[in-house]
């Protein structure tokens, strides 16, 4: 067999001749026709399967994508999306009882105790203090209601409806104060007649308004809003405001505004949704009580005289005769003596005399340095009160006095209102005999309780202690009065006390400091003396610019000694800044602790 044969192959006369062979299709039309048309239709079905593939999957595709859309929506929705969520406005004014209103006093919805009796709201005492009109008093001790007007305090015992006054018996057709569980109440309508305030009340929930506030910024509303609780949209609603509407701006806060609805919402509302904030002045028909004074028409220029005793009050001659240019002498003349406020007194007209004939006004001191008697028993007890203010007046009135000088330390918060009180009453009295009233006070920082606002109207001068920055129990040493020290104490109280009413208190003493192993003591010392121990020491004073007081220190006897020296120098750079603050005067601790020269300087700031 040839190799051909062995691989099947034909030879090439056996192989077909292909161009002569037609496939079945091609040699009939019909069923090639069928095929291409059976082609066609699987392609197409194909084609068809496959858009309807692509076609459903886009449809799965877009259907998730809408699915997520709206989950999305739905989650962008609860976290931004405006709520409409309604706040419970009883739970907001704190209303949990049937007779129990809410308050709104001015800016804020404070914790208050109050309640509606027939359409009179009661407010409880404390907070008609603290929020309303500080100068209600309750006496606990008589449970009575005192008011201090300039010419008198009225008087209106619990549960009663009437009143004595000025203008004879006074009645209302409800109760004036109530108690109510140990609570005492006032009613607002009557704390209104005495107070520049507006009083609005509203009815579901049962609700008040006071506004005391005489200045405020008022918006007025572009398109209607609502009013949340807290700034965001997801904060309940309060109250919604409408176009048109009046409220007040109380801050700021981006894209939301704090506000305080007319009737008595405050919460916060979108900052386009409101106009430009405009200051305005709430119209009043109060007529403010006039708290006359007596303003002299110079400069003060008080020295302090410590008098002990009676018979240091023959000294008076010998103790002004060296001065100039003094206006007034103040003797430590009156002392509490125990808790019915009855009074020790050292006051002699002779004394008085004297003084007017060098052309002098005589103020008596009165002081609580009486260790022995509780100062909060005789401030909060009405009669004590009374008692003391009835002596001060007929000794000064027997001896001539032109004026009652209050030297009261020491004060503690709890006494705060009730030594208010007592200037209060005390000053009706001086009022109706012609006394200058002056009250002194510490440099202010931690005695605001002292209420020298309060003291700046009942008052005729207001005295600060410029001095004691560095005292006897001072844990270093340091200066009595720095420069600083006095002008903090004089812009502070200028915050509170017209400067027509303002004294500065001057030391004409010092301290001198020595620190030994055993600690820290001091002395207080005259200006001579201060000088006399200095040169005594053989140092010479170097100016602290600090302090703006000459400085000296020495090593003696194993003692470290200091002393911050009150001399002209001193003096004139603090009399430059009561110069520039024009203040009402200057007092001086105390006369005969000066030396020579020192009168003359005084005055020539004084008068100049």
């Not at 008697?373 to 000794?395: C, G």
Request: overall charge negative; some cysteine.
């Amino acid at each position: 067999m040839d190799m051909d044969e062995r691989r099947g192959k034909r030879r090439p006369d056996e192989r077909p001749d292909r161009r002569n062979v037609k496939p079945a299709q091609q040699q009939d039309p019909r069923r090639r026709n069928q095929e291409l048309r059976r082609r066609k239709e699987m392609e197409m079905r194909r084609r068809i399967r496959k858009r309807r593939k692509r076609r459903k999957r886009i449809l799965v595709l877009l259907l998730l994508l809408l699915i997520l859309a709206v989950a999305a929506g739905i989650v962008l929705w609860i976290r931004y999306g405006p709520s409409k969520e309604k706040a419970d406005k009883n739970e907001y004014f704190g209303i949990n009882a049937t007779n129990q209103v809410g308050m709104t006093i001015d800016n804020q919805i404070p914790e208050v105790k109050s309640m509606k009796e027939g359409s009179q709201i009661y407010l409880d005492f404390d907070s008609v203090h603290d929020y309303v009109n500080q100068r209600f008093y309750w006496d606990s001790n008589e449970n009575k209601l005192l008011y201090t007007l300039p010419d008198q305090t009225l008087s209106i015992p619990a549960r009663a409806s009437e009143f004595s006054s000025g203008n004879g018996t006074q009645v209302r057709d409800y109760e004036i104060v109530k108690m109510e569980n140990d609570t005492v109440y006032l009613a607002l309508d009557f704390v209104k007649e005495f107070t520049d305030m507006t009083l609005d009340v509203y009815e579901n929930p049962d609700r008040a308004v006071v506004v005391t506030n005489k200045d405020e910024n008022h918006a007025q509303v572009k398109k209607n809003t609502e009013v949340r609780i807290l700034g965001g949209v997801k904060s309940p609603v309060l109250t919604e405001i409408k176009k048109s509407d009046d409220v007040v701006v109380i801050e700021e806060a981006g894209d939301w505004v704090k506000v305080r609805t007319s009737d008595g919402y405050i919460g916060y509302a979108k900052a386009d949704a409101l106009g430009k904030a405009e200051a305005q002045v709430r119209k009043s028909e109060y007529d403010e009580p006039e708290y006359t004074s007596i303003h002299k028409d110079y400069k003060i220029n008080l020295a302090w005289h410590q008098v002990t005793s009676q018979a240091a009050n023959a000294n008076i001659a010998s103790v002004i005769e060296g001065t100039s240019g003094l206006t007034t002498i103040s003797p430590t003349w009156f002392s509490i003596q125990d808790t019915s406020g009855n009074l020790s007194s050292l006051a002699d007209s002779d004394y008085v005399n004297t003084a007017h004939q060098a052309g002098l006004e005589v103020w008596g001191l009165i002081d609580n340095f009486t260790n022995q008697v509780d100062t909060l028993a005789v401030l909060s007890n009405t009669q004590s009160r009374a008692n003391m203010i009835s002596q001060l007046i007929t000794q000064a009135l027997n001896t001539g006095l032109d004026g009652i000088n209050v030297d009261f330390e020491q004060i503690t918060e709890e006494m705060s209102d009730h030594y208010i009180q007592f200037v209060r009453e005390l000053s009706v009295e001086c009022r109706k005999n012609g006394l200058v009233l002056s009250v002194d006070n510490y440099v202010p920082g931690f005695t605001s309780h002292y209420n020298r606002e309060e003291q700046g109207v009942v008052a005729d001068y207001v005295i600060i202690m410029g001095y004691d920055e560095h005292f006897a129990g001072s844990e270093e040493a340091g200066s009595v009065a720095s420069i600083d020290f006095v002008k903090e104490g004089i812009t502070e109280t200028l915050k509170e006390v017209p400067k027509e009413k303002v004294i500065n208190g001057l030391p004409l003493f010092t301290r001198l400091w020595i620190e030994s192993s055993e600690g820290l003591t001091s002395q207080a010392i005259g200006m001579p003396d201060a000088e006399k121990a200095v040169s005594g020491a053989g140092v010479t004073p170097t100016w602290d610019e600090t302090t703006q007081q000459n400085y000296a220190e020495w090593n003696a006897d194993g003692n470290t000694y200091k002393i911050w020296l009150e001399d002209e120098s001193s003096l004139e750079a603090k009399l430059k800044v009561m110069k520039e603050y024009d203040l009402a005067g200057a007092a001086e601790w105390k006369i005969g602790f000066e030396k020579d020269g020192i009168w003359e300087l005084i005055a020539q700031y004084i008068k100049g």
